[in-house]
């Protein structure tokens, strides 16, 4: 069983000039790895966020210029580290798709897991939200876990939050710890962001970290922040602030997570109907 570790979700306001979002994402990385964090985990499209037509014309392979630098930065600072997720080029068949796709690296800047976001958001609120994320991007297929001296880490990203099967499919993995980059939106974040991360915790017992992007991206998309680690028994360790960055860290306790399984074994109750 692992020690109890510092993880730190990081909060950014990214937007469509990629230098700045990755000189602010290793700043900030930098920062929650000087506070002693040993997990590290940046939002969605953290290098890229703004206009579709934007972020899909700045999609790049992987590997490719950003996830070599989150490679490097991940082995220079000894962490492991989420890159949120990116816009990644990739062969679908004879065509080439975009995804929006989560890339995890261990401590000496090894790719561990990569995840492609699976639901897309198509949501349609008049003067609120409206946008068509199948427009401009693939579907992922498959979950994605890694086994860590941290613990079984898995991945998901922002919308797929609402969708529990993808996360009781990571507690039957065995998944300890749930990495969730988000661009929650502002409207829906208000009601939703934090029951959701909360029922998930509880309902697969495991710990999540959630960094969420923050403020307005485009005249269209505008974040919520409130960023946040929420422990396996649902109650919230810290959350950041609405606008602004921020490293909101918690620490990870596996032992209290045997804990809370093995006295509330909700788990092993499961029954397939």
């Keep these: 069983m692992t020690q109890p570790f510092l993880a730190a979700a990081v909060q950014m306001q990214s937007g469509e000039d990629k230098g700045a979002n990755l000189a602010a994402a290793i700043r900030l990385v930098e920062q929650a790895a000087a506070a002693g964090a040993e997990l590290v985990a940046l939002p969605e499209l953290f290098n890229c966020l703004g206009t579709y037509a934007k972020v899909c014309a700045e999609a790049e392979a992987v590997p490719g210029p950003t996830s070599e630098t989150m490679a490097n930065l991940a082995a220079r600072l000894g962490i492991t ?76 990203i922002c919308y797929d939050l609402r969708f529990p099967e993808l996360f009781r499919r990571m507690a039957s993995a065995g998944v300890q710890v749930i990495l969730l980059p988000s661009a929650f939106t502002l409207h829906t974040g208000r009601d939703h962001w934090q029951v959701l991360l909360r029922a998930r915790a509880i ?37 950041g602030p609405e606008s602004g960055e921020a490293i909101v860290a918690a620490e990870i306790d596996l032992a209290y997570l045997s804990t809370v399984r093995s006295q509330l074994p909700a788990l092993a109750h499961r029954r397939f109907l």
């Excluded at 004879?94 to 198509?122: C, E, V």
């Design 81 to 156: 580290l989420l890159a949120g997720s990116i816009a990644e080029r990739a062969p679908l068949g004879a065509a080439t798709a975009i995804y929006n796709t989560s890339l995890l690296f261990d401590p000496d800047g090894r790719l561990l897991a990569r995840y492609r976001k699976m639901h897309r958001f198509d949501v349609d609120l008049p003067g609120q939200v409206v946008a068509r994320e199948s427009d401009w991007f693939a579907a992922g297929a498959n979950i994605a876990t890694a086994t860590t001296p941290l613990g079984a880490l898995g991945t998901a």
């Design 203 to 239: 309902e697969n017992q495991a710990y999540v970290v959630a960094p969420n992007q923050c403020g307005r991206h485009s005249p269209q998309l505008v974040s919520y922040g409130h960023s946040a680690i929420v422990d396996p028994w649902g109650r919230v360790l810290a959350s």
